[in-house]
């Protein structure tokens, strides 16, 4: 049975609003009939990410995002996708890098809120000195008392 357009159009939509509204099993679903059509980057990334979300296929995952960013390296969803599954991996770093980048290709306001929710940290008051040194810690508390930072 095949899809026109406006259905592919209209399963990958509503996946992206289901995945926004937090039900990823329906978002899975979703991609997975888009992407029987449309074997494109971004849908393999979002359908990548529904996975490693629900079925917690991870290795997979990055994979999967990293060739769909090889493949369309300026489309700041796909970084987007990444980030997100390098976070239920649990390597924050790794995640806001990949954000960052996506961020450079445009405003992305899911990316935005990613790293919102991240609660991103200012830079230590000394930087030649590691964020766990007392001097830094005491610094950082003194200056934001004072509302200098």
Known sequence: MN?????????????????????AKLALSLFEQAAAEDNSPLVRSYLAYCRAKTKGMFRDAVAICMEARREEPKNSDIY??????????????????????GLRLGRNSRIISELTALGLR????????????????????????????
């Open 80 to 101: 987007l996708n990444l980030g997100r599954v390098h976070l239920l991996t649990g390597n924050r770093k790794q995640a806001i890098q990949v954000f960052r980048l």
């Open 122 to 149: 200012k830079e230590p008051p000394l930087p030649f000195l590691q964020r766990s040194n007392p001097v830094n810690k005491m610094l950082g508390k003194l200056m934001t008392k004072l509302w200098l930072r």
């Open 3 to 23: 899809m026109s357009i406006m259905e592919l159009a209209n399963h990958f939509d509503a996946g992206i609003s289901e995945l926004d509204a937090g039900n």
